[in-house]
């Protein structure tokens, strides 16, 4: 758990939702809107979303191709980190980790990215070990000016990388709606030294409305419609890439404000999304054994979330429940012989439901108290009969559905004193088994090269949490920030050799199936330092470094080795924003050859940014320019997939307008 809730990071916060979201946030990333001097990508609106994700500090992104990076948090990935659109629940499809949820949304249809590191978690949230991400939907509301509009282009050189889109919004006293386009197309990038990346191209649509309307003062009704349709896209670090990655997403909310000395607001919210997701190898050379593999899912799900305060009290109250069903199967063609099949997700549904509490207290002499809890229950059923069958096969006397409690607790304590602020914070929380970890049934994981059979009789995991936070300013112009926090597992789940079963996957090394270790640890530690030099110059540094354990004291796979990134940044002429940054990775010393993951060497690369902004009245005009990775060097970082390596150097320009 932990928050930081560094104070400086509150004003990061569209003005619209601090009201209800003072409790939990520990850093935000402003997306879209014009509101300026808040953290955002270098590359504004035109940033895909895993560049916006990049810019948050706790966390890192798994790259498997130019496309759908996935999350990881505090070096926790997926299984361990709640993500969420604007509070609904949605789940990825791909047995391959291809498509994290994050993949099915576009800049332009988000305002902002906050993440809650740790236990804390937002209302909604389960399972969320490592941390909470909730995407916040872009919706212009009420009162706004009537008519408005933005439009952006960019193009990347390495890649041909093209971005369009648009949108326009209409505001009143009693209605509003936004909505809006977005596409994007890449052929192969090409790494450092100037050689291509074989299936790294992609292309991708967006379309986005979110409207509102006023019933009377206090009652709200606002809906929310997203497509996302992702093609042609290329998967370089793994065997098989996508064909088609498909997403309607929906929502409908009621939401009451109260003039009243407690009660602030009531919104309750439905909502529908499913997922189809399929994966093609038709386009790749050498295929022993063609393969037919889609996967869906869906979801649907409702969440009450009541906000008060009275006295020193800011409590929110949450009620959720959601419904998923995932379903993935696979058909192998060997060449003369019949077509193989199976289920590799046994139609697997999973009904949960919970209740989450918070309060933030504040205290005198600048202190605050927070508190957060949930408690969920959570039902799971195999559908499917045959998959049934198959996963009982090697575990005799499983059930075709279990039952779940998990829960999480957490408090933090901030203090200002002088010149520094200091934050601690404990908390416990659990997490189910995924589908994956529970049911997965001969799922081929490209990192070690092993066929992944999941384990019904999984124990849930559980992780105690410590945090601390330290932030020094002398003056208005430094601040100089140490944090950390610990995580001390019980029954931690990973793949596990079994050398009984043989591999089904042409090249496999052999068969894990999910299990629990007893214990395990993650520390993550940063350092980071903020300078104004001068009116127009500014030092940012910052270096991190984390420590994963399993319960022989054995290396975790995929965590991060000493990292650094530091930038200048120069305004010119008053108008011209520019930045130099140098960010790198020290050699992954600590890798895990236990868990099939190999060594990364360390890089260094230099990026350059210039950005003006031309504003006439409500109008804007936004030119930016840059180069990555300057020098052209070779690398991959520790999460690039089997070391797949990064872009080469890559010029870009970019324009938005806004009226
Ligand atoms: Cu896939």
Not at 272 to 291: K, S
Not at 565 to 570: G, M, V
Not at 602 to 610: D, E, H, K, P
């Amino acid at each position: 758990m932990t928050n930081l809730l560094l104070i400086p990071l509150l004003s990061y916060l569209p003005a619209d939702t601090i009201a209800n979201q003072t409790h939990a946030i520990d850093e935000v990333v402003v997306v879209s809107g014009r509101t300026e001097g808040r953290k955002r990508s270098i590359k504004g609106q035109v940033a895909s979303i895993d560049e916006h994700i990049g810019e948050l500090s706790h966390v890192n992104l798994v790259r498997r191709g130019s496309y759908a990076w996935e999350p990881v948090v505090n070096n926790m990935a997926t299984e361990r980190v709640s993500t969420t659109i604007d509070g609904m629940k949605i789940f990825y499809a791909c047995t391959d980790k291809m498509d994290p949820v994050t993949s099915y949304v576009e800049s332009g249809n988000l305002q902002s990215i906050s993440l809650n590191s740790g236990l804390s978690g937002n209302p909604q949230s389960t399972g969320n070990i490592g941390g909470s991400l909730d995407l916040r939907l872009r919706k212009v509301g009420f009162d706004a000016d009537r008519f408005s509009g933005n439009a952006s282009a960019g193009y990347e050189a390495n890649g041909h990388l093209q971005v369009y889109g648009a949108d326009a919004a209409y505001s009143s006293d009693k209605f509003y709606i936004n909505g809006g386009a977005f596409y994007r197309h890449a052929d192969n990038y090409k790494e450092g030294g100037g050689r291509e990346v074989d299936f790294s191209q992609f292309s991708k649509v967006n379309a986005f409305a979110n409207l509102g309307t006023r019933l009377s003062e206090n009652n709200i009704i606002e809906g929310t419609f997203i497509y996302d349709r992702a093609s042609d896209v290329g998967y370089p670090a793994l065997n098989m890439d996508v064909s088609k990655a498909e997403a309607f997403i929906t929502s409908l909310s009621y939401k009451r404000l109260f003039q009243h000395p407690v009660l602030n607001s009531w919104e309750t919210k439905v909502y529908y999304n499913h997922i189809t997701h399929i994966m093609d190898d038709t386009t790749r050379p050498d295929v022993e054994i063609h393969m037919d593999m889609p996967g869906k899912s869906w979801t649907s799900g409702l969440y009450s979330l009541i906000s008060a305060s009275k006295g020193i009290h800011d409590i929110q109250f949450n009620y959720d429940l959601y419904y998923n069903r995932l379903f993935a199967d696979m058909t192998m063609y060997p060449g003369g012989a019949a077509p193989m099949y199976m289920l590799t997700w046994p139609d697997v549904g999973t009904l949960n439901t919970g209740v989450a509490l918070s309060d933030a207290l504040s205290l005198p002499h600048s202190q605050t108290l927070k508190f957060t809890a949930k408690i969920a229950q959570q039902w799971q059923k195999l559908n499917s009969e045959e998959g049934y069958h198959a996963l009982r096969v090697f575990f005799p006397g499983m059930k075709d559905s279990y039952y779940q409690t998990i829960g999480r607790v957490a408090a933090s304590y901030q203090k200002a004193i002088n010149h520094y602020t200091f934050n601690i914070g404990a908390g416990w929380g659990s997490r189910a088994p995924t589908v994956t970890e529970a049911y997965g049934y001969y799922l081929n994981n490209t990192f070690d090269q092993y066929d992944y059979i999941g384990n019904p009789r999984l124990k849930n995991e559980s992780a105690i949490e410590v945090n601390g936070n330290i932030d020094w300013h002398p003056s208005t112009s430094f601040t100089l920030n140490l944090d950390a926090n610990a995580f001390f597992f019980y029954n931690y789940i990973i793949g596990q050799f079994e050398n009984r079963l043989s591999a089904m996957t042409v090249g496999a090394e052999g068969v894990k199936v999910y299990g629990n270790i007893d214990h395990a640890t993650i520390v993550n530690t940063s350092l980071s330092a903020q300078w104004k030099v001068l009116p127009w110059l500014s030092w940012y540094g910052k270096a991190s470094y984390a420590v994963g354990r399993d319960a022989d004291k054995d290396p975790l796979p995929l965590i991060s080795p000493f990292a650094y990134a530091s930038s200048l940044d120069f305004t010119l002429w008053g108008k011209l924003q520019t930045r130099v940054e140098v960010k790198g990775n020290s050699r992954q010393v600590d890798y895990a050859p236990k868990y099939g993951e190999t060594e990364t060497a360390a890089y260094t690369i230099v990026n350059l940014n210039a950005q003006y902004t031309l504003s006439v009245r409500k109008s804007s005009l936004s030119l930016r320019a840059g180069v990555e990775n300057l020098f052209d060097h070779r690398y991959s970082t520790y999460s690039d997939w089997c070391n797949i390596p990064q872009k080469g150097r890559n010029v870009y320009v970019n324009v938005s307008v806004g009226l």
